[in-house]
Every structure is written in structure tokens, then in C-alpha cells.
T-cell receptor, first 114, second 112 residues
Framework: QKEVEQDPGPLSVPEGAIVSLNCTYS??????FMWYRQYSRKGPELLMY????GNKEDGRFTAQVDKSSKYISLFIRDSQPSDSATYLC??????????????FGQGTILTVHP | NAGVTQTPKFRILKIGQSMTLQCAQD?????MYWYRQDPGMGLKLIYY???????DKGEVPNGYNVSRSTTEDFPLRLELAAPSQTSVYFC???????????FGPGTRLLVL
């Protein structure tokens, strides 16, 4: 079983739709949760960063963490064609490793069509 | 700031050839990382460094070597290229292990 599972999609939605992206994980030591956005042929860029359980909102983006279910989500409201990208979840523990190891999901390919 | 830069953008290698993938950052970050990304597999850590002169293996280090003689540069060396090393390679850096990792634009490598 992979430590982090993410549905690779692809996911295709019309402009304006609400998008829900999800990851599940098995390691209860994970405390920090991230969502990276990766445009085609580019490097990942950090989109959202949350600690422990709860919600965090930034503009059209909301990140949710449910540690009891080992489940994290990213919601995109009023999706735009410019949101078309691969979304990677990533997570790490509270610092037990010496180098801040990130464990990534496989990434979900999202296309928002006009 | 240029951030994290990588060269080359794309390279084709023959089996058995060697090459060095270059990575540089101008953010004075202590931590640097090399990842590979294969389709549908997420990113896997190859090597990392916590400062100049200090490097260690990640999850998938076989077939690769690194060095870190300066804070800014973290080259990745492939000694005997194999088709299994066909991938996209990303370099990343962060100020500390708790801080955000910033990624470079990647190097696409094809081994034939």
C-alpha cells in the first residue's frame, strides 16, 4: 500500500464548476499537508500549506484536512481554464526526519474547459 | 531572484553514457533536493543535502551521485545511463527542513 494515494484522473470540468481533489494517506505521523500545482512542462509550485486538521482558505482555493480519516482535500471554486494543471498533494511528519522529507501523491490531472 | 535554475532543459543520452544535471539556487537556502518524476508516480527523492559538504541518499539513489561544494549548487551525476533513468528530474531547495520547498523547471532526460 502506498503511503499517499491520489486519484490520477484525468478530471475534466466546465469553467465555473467547483472542483474537489483528494488524497488519502496511511502514515499517522504526517502533520503538515501541502498542495502543489504543476503546469505542463514546469516545476511544481506551492499552492496551499496547512498544519494538522482544519480548513484553510486562499481566494478561490480551500484546503481541508481530516486527520481522523487520514483524508485531505483541495476545493477550487469558480474554476478557470488557467486552473488546468496537475495537482499534487504532499505531506510530511513533524520533523522526525532530518531533512524534511515530503511524500507526494501521484498527482491529479485537471482540465477546465471554457 | 532567479530562484532555482536547472540545466539542461532536455537531453537525450545513449545507454552507458554519463552526464551531470546542473542545479543552482540564489535564495541562500541550506537544503537542496533532487527528485525524479515518472508518469503517474508522483515525485521520488533521489538525494538531498542539508548544507555545503553534506549529502545523503533519498528513496531512489541507485545509479546517481551528488556533490555540494557550495551553498548555491547541487549537481546530480549519472555515471552509466540506463533506460530506467528516463524521467523528468526536478531540483528543489528550502531554507530549513520545515520551510517550503521551491522547485526548478526540471530537466527531461531520455535514455535510448
Amino acid at each position: 500500500q502506498k503511503e499517499v494515494e491520489q486519484d490520477p484522473g484525468p478530471l475534466s470540468v466546465p469553467e465555473g464548476a467547483i472542483v474537489s481533489l483528494n488524497c488519502t494517506y496511511s502514515n499517522s505521523a504526517f502533520q503538515y499537508f501541502m498542495w502543489y500545482r504543476q503546469y505542463s512542462r514546469k516545476g511544481p509550485e506551492l499552492l496551499m500549506y496547512t498544519y494538522s486538521s482544519g480548513n484553510k482558505e486562499d481566494g478561490r482555493f480551500t484546503a481541508q484536512v481530516d486527520k481522523s480519516s487520514k483524508y485531505i482535500s483541495l476545493f477550487i471554486r469558480d474554476s478557470q481554464p488557467s486552473d488546468s494543471a496537475t495537482y499534487l498533494c504532499a505531506m510530511r511528519d513533524a520533523g522526525g526526519t532530518s531533512y524534511g522529507k515530503l511524500t507526494f501523491g501521484q498527482g491529479t490531472i485537471l482540465t477546465v474547459h471554457p | 531572484n532567479a530562484g532555482v535554475t536547472q540545466t539542461p532543459k532536455f537531453r537525450i543520452l545513449k545507454i552507458g553514457q554519463s552526464m551531470t544535471l546542473q542545479c543552482a539556487q540564489d535564495m541562500n537556502h541550506n537544503y537542496m533536493y533532487w527528485y525524479r518524476q515518472d508518469p503517474g508516480m508522483g515525485l521520488k527523492l533521489i538525494y538531498y543535502s542539508v548544507g555545503a559538504g553534506i549529502t545523503d541518499k533519498g528513496e531512489v539513489p541507485n545509479g546517481y551521485n551528488v556533490s555540494r561544494s557550495t551553498t548555491e549548487d547541487f549537481p546530480l551525476r549519472l555515471e552509466l545511463a540506463a533506460p530506467s533513468q528516463t524521467s523528468v528530474y526536478f531540483c528543489a531547495s528550502s531554507y530549513s527542513r520545515q520551510e517550503t520547498q521551491y522547485f526548478g523547471p526540471g530537466t527531461r532526460l531520455l535514455v535510448l
